[in-house]
């Protein structure tokens, strides 16, 4: 079977353990992005199986009906495809796979890593070190402080743990089933929404992009925080707005944010009104970017890709599209 693995920026499929599973296959991986439905077309020509990396390439109806008729299935890694349009490719008899792997430490562990080397200025003391500088600046300790989770589910509510551990007071904030069950594990519910931005020293955003998710921090609620406030966001980057979280920044409320999404991506020669900010600590979407996670990831799409090729596919989402075959 000829197999495109699209999105592969770090080149780092073959690299992995679970690549042995494609043996005897013709397999091609991309480690530049395409959107453009009649060059991904143009691209994709004669390939029989797409093997998508999370959310990295959206697939719309646009480029669903411009993918070469070779296109047979499209193995999603992870269970998120509401990216993919699957009334399309059903109508096309392409099949869409997907499974239950998932990984929710990888990115609570990235928004740890983020607030850390934020409150302690990490990246500016390493740039100067290497520069032939010495220690320029004060950090800040959490403890003690207060850490607002927006959404405490499963990535949240690790972070919130953390939080715990580290001697912070932790406040949560969210839809009613998110607060309850925050209740219920003994962290804090503020008296209002304004209460959780004015109150929290970091706020936390962990939570996924849905119609009536995006743009759930507002500029108000952004205008409320401290000026001294960090606000974290590894979970979809239109949950505030790159432009509306830059102008923010500049105003000084809050005072630092720390982003691993943006709205658009790849972001590109700097081309997002967050990147180079001195005062937004931004990093290239690392949240699932692990070697651990990548194994479980890729090793479920490619055993789909497998199965499929074997005439007995497995967790397809759409079996309607199998007929059309």
């Not at 519910?189 to 706020?203: G, K, L, N, Q, W």
């Not at 081309?271 to 180079?276: A, D, S």
């Not at 699932?288 to 490619?302: H, M, P, Q, S």
């Amino acid at each position: 079977m000829k197999i495109a693995i699209l999105d592969d920026y770090a080149n780092a499929a073959r690299t992995l353990k679970v690549y042995a599973k494609l043996a005897g296959h013709e397999v091609t991986s991309f480690t530049d992005h395409v959107r453009d439905p009649d060059a991904l077309a143009t691209r994709l020509k004669g390939f029989e199986a797409l093997v998508v990396i999370q959310q990295r390439l959206w697939m719309p109806r646009a480029v669903i009906e411009k993918l070469p008729d070779s296109v047979k299935l499209i193995s999603q890694t992870g269970h998120w495809h509401a990216h993919i349009d699957t009334a399309a490719c059903t109508e096309r008899g392409i099949a869409i796979t997907a499974a239950g792997t998932t990984n929710y430490d990888a990115p609570a562990q990235l928004a740890w890593a983020l607030i850390l080397a934020s409150m302690r200025h990490i990246p500016r003391e390493v740039a100067a070190l290497r520069t032939g500088g010495w220690l320029s600046t004060l950090g800040t300790e959490v403890n003690g402080r207060t850490l607002g989770i927006y959404a405490y589910g499963n990535i949240g509510s690790i972070v919130a743990g953390v939080g715990r551990a580290f001697g912070m007071r932790v406040m949560c904030w969210g839809r009613g089933a998110s607060m309850e069950k925050a209740r219920a594990a003994g962290y804090e519910i503020p008296a209002s929404r304004e209460a959780f931005f004015e109150e929290s020293d970091i706020v936390s955003l962990h939570m996924p992009l849905r119609p009536d998710s995006r743009g759930v921090v507002t500029p108000v609620d952004l205008a409320r925080m401290k000026p001294t406030a960090l606000l974290v966001n590894v979970s979809r980057g239109a949950l505030v707005g790159d432009q509306a979280l830059a102008d923010a920044l500049k105003q000084g409320r809050p005072g630092r944010a720390a982003v691993d999404v943006y709205e658009d991506e790849p972001v590109l020669n700097r081309n997002n009104p967050l990147v180079g900010l001195d005062n937004c600590l931004c990093t290239p979407h690392l949240g699932y970017n692990a070697l651990d996670t990548f194994e479980r990831y890729l090793g479920g799409a490619f055993d789909h890709v497998v199965a499929f090729a074997a005439g007995k596919p497995i967790n397809v989402v759409n079996p309607d599209a199998l007929k059309k075959r």
